[in-house]
């Protein structure tokens, strides 16, 4: 069965400090990984789509990575502002259908302490 | 226009009411979804339109209704809903079912 799962639920950083998020994956013929930053009240804010193992995608303090079976968003030397919650997700067919629309994980809380 | 603008921000609306939320695109983008997202969850896909017909419905209740009368606008009317619809609703268009979606920042939803 089609599943992607992200960890941890909920990170606290301090300014500076660096860490990864996973976004674990089992999809049945992979047509990309999708990275979104959401604040509160707000929309989804596309940020990467990675096709291929080994593909890496970077923006600003963000990188991401893509295995056969993860993806990784490495934070560097987070600020504040970086406080938002990460959303993976991938294209998964829909069993009746066998069309494939984004179904997101449960996402990543960030929060990055001054 | 690299926007999706979703009106209102904000509905309060009775069990009893009707009412619709409205979602416009100028990207020239050919699918277009619905999402509805409760706090602290991930969205969850409802519908999507591609090349303005129906393409998916992950058995919504029938007292959502989708609509979508031309390539840039997407309607969902609401009927007879329950406190338990109280949610952010999310549209978002791609220019085609594959591709990066385009989120706009949604319509916050409370049923009384």
């Known amino acids: 069965e089609d599943q992607v799962t992200q960890s941890p639920e909920a990170l606290r950083l301090q300014e500076g400090e660096s860490s990864s998020l996973n976004c674990s994956y089992t999809?049945?013929?992979?047509?990309?990984l999708f990275w979104y930053r959401q604040d509160p009240g707000k929309g989804p804010e596309f940020l990467f789509t990675?096709?291929?193992a080994g593909e890496e995608k970077e923006k600003e303090r963000l990188k991401a990575t893509l295995t056969k079976k993860e993806s990784f968003l490495h934070i560097t030397a987070p600020k504040p502002e970086d406080s938002a919650t990460y959303l993976c997700?991938?294209?998964?067919?829909?069993?009746?259908?066998?069309?494939?629309?984004?179904?997101f994980g449960s996402g990543t809380r960030l929060q990055v302490q001054p | 226009d690299t926007e999706v603008t979703q009106t209102p921000k904000h509905l309060v609306m009775g069990m009893t009411n009707k009412k619709s939320l409205k979602c416009e695109q100028h990207?020239?983008?050919?699918?277009m979804y619905w999402y509805k997202q409760k706090a602290k969850k991930p969205p969850e896909l409802m519908f999507v339109?591609?090349?303005?017909?129906?393409?998916i419905n992950e058995s919504v209740p029938s007292r959502f209704s989708p609509e979508c009368p031309n390539s840039s606008l997407l309607n969902l009317h609401l009927h007879a809903l329950q406190p338990e619809d109280s949610a952010l609703y999310l549209c978002?268009?791609?220019?085609?079912?594959?591709?990066?979606?385009?989120f706009g920042s949604g319509t916050r939803l409370t049923v009384v």
């Open positions: 990207m020239g983008h050919r699918a």
């Open positions: 997700a991938v294209q998964m067919e829909r069993r009746d259908t066998g069309r494939r629309a984004l179904t």
């Open positions: 339109y591609s090349y303005e017909k129906l393409s």
């Open positions: 999809v049945s013929g992979l047509r990309g």
């Open positions: 978002a268009s791609s220019q085609d079912q594959l591709s990066s979606y385009t």
């Open positions: 990675l096709y291929s």
